[in-house]
């Protein structure tokens, strides 16, 4: 089963919302979203939406016309960190495993190649979530450093581990 993915749009904002509220139900030992403090708007997100300028990048994946994952990139605006870019990506547990994580980050990636500042594409992840780890691997990242204990859940603490890929252009 392939879905479609394509940028976002501001019309996308009330799916997007109930989106993030499925998949951090759905993973709450693995994704810190801001929407567990507390209810996003629609405003807020269209808002968020707009926010996103020319060397960022946002894509949905949706079933029909229902968003079920998101990728969200944000360029560094600093001027000494520029050339980095940080993403993030959750997808409903119904559509894992059918690649989709695959294609939405190779278009980050592919994206970022063509853009004239990024060199550097970053993220973090839980370290209890290793099919994620293996995932970024698999397209090239590598695991720069861990903050233990960085995260606290219901039971214990996990740690963070920030991965990268350094583009070859
Ligand atoms: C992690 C996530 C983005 C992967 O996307 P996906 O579409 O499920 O992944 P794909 O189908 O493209 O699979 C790619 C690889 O991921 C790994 N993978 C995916 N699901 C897995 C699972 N349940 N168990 C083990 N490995 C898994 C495999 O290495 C797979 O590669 P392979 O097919 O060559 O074996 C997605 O599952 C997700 O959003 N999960 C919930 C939220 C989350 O953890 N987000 C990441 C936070 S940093």
Redesign the pocket.
Known sequence: MTYEIREMRVSDAKSIIEHKQI?TDE?PD??ATAIENRPITISEEEETIKSLDENDFGIVALDGDRVIGMLNMRQDKRKKMEHIAQF????QKDF???????KMIEAALDFAKKNDIIEKVI?T?FSN?P??I??YK?LGFVEEGTLKNQVKLKEGYTDLVYMSNFLEK
């Open positions: 998949v993973n693995t994704l993030g990506i959750s997808l894992t495993g059918a690649g989709t994580g695959t993220l992840v979530n099919a994620a293996k995932l698999k």
